[in-house]
Nanobody, 120 residues
Framework: QVQLVESGGGLVQPGGSLRLSCAGS????????MGWYRQAPGKPRELVAGITSGGSTNYADSVKGRFTISRDNAKNTVYLQMNSLKPEDTAVYYC??????????????WGQGTQVTVSS
């Protein structure tokens, strides 16, 4: 059994900041790539930022320079620091992990999602 548990969402004013966390637990042998996706109402889920096990990162053009993804491999945790938030960043944010379970199977897992609302 593997779980990804997200935290840190909420309501923030435009220009504000939030930090999302996603912690993996359970039968994890190792985690390869991790990432954050988001889905706004009526829109498809989109990649926000990704990070490899070696620390290489990639970002959606819409968040470059404002969001920073990082990870703590010892804690199986990925973070998303979001600065200069805009109303168009409002969405449910999902954590994703490509990992190897203790049974040595490669599996893709998703968190339950956390709501981020940017509004005055």
């Amino acid at each position: 059994q593997v779980q990804l548990v997200e935290s840190g969402g909420g309501l923030v004013q435009p220009g504000g900041s939030l930090r999302l966390s996603c912690a993996g637990s359970g039968s994890i042998f190792s985690i390869n790539a991790m990432g954050w996706y988001r889905q706004a109402p009526g829109k498809p889920r989109e990649l926000v930022a990704g990070i490899t096990s070696g620390g290489s990162t990639n970002y959606a053009d819409s968040v470059k320079g404002r969001f920073t993804i990082s990870r703590d491999n010892a804690k199986n945790t990925v973070y998303l620091q979001m600065n200069s938030l805009k109303p168009e960043d409002t969405a449910v944010y999902y954590c994703n992990a490509h990992l190897v379970r203790t049974d040595l199977r490669f599996v893709d897992y998703w968190g339950q999602g956390t709501q981020v609302t940017v509004s005055s």
